[in-house]
């Protein structure tokens, strides 16, 4: 699975450049959340089946096909997540993060059915090769062929028939020995098969654990810098309100200082006419 677009959404490289886009790749998450949440519903029915009568490699092969698909529609839907990143609104910031949360939860759906598909195969697996060994002890005990060939050929020897009686159980064992053989080996490509199906799990399993992870990270590193912005917005607005005090106080002095100005120059200007009408008095 590749993660291309975790890297290139580090990079603020997005397709969505406006809301009507945004809304248009949500819409699309929503759809696919919901047809995630079906599919893994249906993949429980079928799981609830194995072991039962309606047991059968039909079953397991549709659902084998639901999984895969799912799987990738998992793939699609993060992706497009990806692409709803760099949105800048607050709204859209919420929107997203509530798309991401509901994403998560159908993952975990998704991871609980494949880890118990997982179990119950794995049980089969070793059911199967438990039964498997005990038959081949109980049909093929040590020396029983020689012994009962020796028998059949000591019996027969002293009949008129035996030659022809000899050639029948002969020919009758071989029979038996190659169904034997076919079916040994219709049950090892079963075998093969239930544990190329757990080897698939389990890569699904950490394959999708990697998305959730990054996911996480992914929604942190956002609101982080979200968080950041608002207070920078919130220090910048107090450092504003500071500004705007100051030079309110600023204006007051300023307007203190022209009044005393302005009383000094009258008193300066009273004395110098009092001076005036002195001298002139005085001639």
Do not use: W
Not at 7 to 31: L, P
Not at 140 to 155: Q, V
Not at 162 to 176: L, P
Not at 248 to 268: E, F, G, M
Request: hydrophobic share 35%; charged share 20%; net charge negative.
């Amino acid at each position: 699975m590749s993660y291309a677009s975790f890297d290139n959404n580090a990079t603020g490289n997005s397709n969505i450049t406006n809301e009507a886009d945004f809304q248009k790749t949500a819409q699309i998450v929503v759809a696919s959340i919901q047809k995630i949440l079906q599919n893994v519903s249906s993949m429980q029915r079928m799981v609830n089946q194995f072991g039962t009568a309606q047991d059968s490699p039909e079953l397991k092969q549709q659902l084998h096909q639901i999984r895969s698909y799912t799987q990738q529609l998992i793939n699609d839907t993060t992706n497009q997540l990806n692409d709803l990143v760099n949105c800048k609104e607050r709204h859209l910031k919420i929107q997203r993060d509530r798309l991401v949360d509901e994403f998560s939860t159908a993952l975990n759906a998704f991871q609980a059915v494949q880890r118990k598909t997982v179990d119950l195969e794995k049980n089969a697996v070793r059911q199967a090769r438990q039964a498997s060994g005990a038959a081949m002890a109980i049909n093929k005990p040590p020396g029983s062929h020689h012994s009962s060939m020796g028998s059949n050929y000591n019996n027969t020897s002293n009949s008129g028939g035996g030659s022809s009686m000899f050639e029948d159980n002969f020919i009758t064992g071989s029979r038996g020995q190659t169904q034997e053989q076919m079916q040994e080996e219709i049950d090892l490509q079963a075998l093969e098969d239930q544990e190329r199906t757990i080897r698939e799990l389990e890569e699904n399993i950490v394959s999708v654990n990697e998305i959730y992870k990054k996911l996480g990270a992914l929604v942190y590193e956002q609101s982080h810098q979200v968080d950041s912005i608002e207070a920078s917005v919130e220090q910048t607005s107090v450092f504003v309100s500071e500004g705007v005090q100051q030079l309110k106080q600023a204006s007051h002095y300023q307007n203190k200082a022209r009044k005393k100005k302005l009383i000094l120059a009258l008193i300066a200007a009273a004395i110098l006419a009092f001076i005036i009408l002195i001298i002139v008095l005085k001639h």
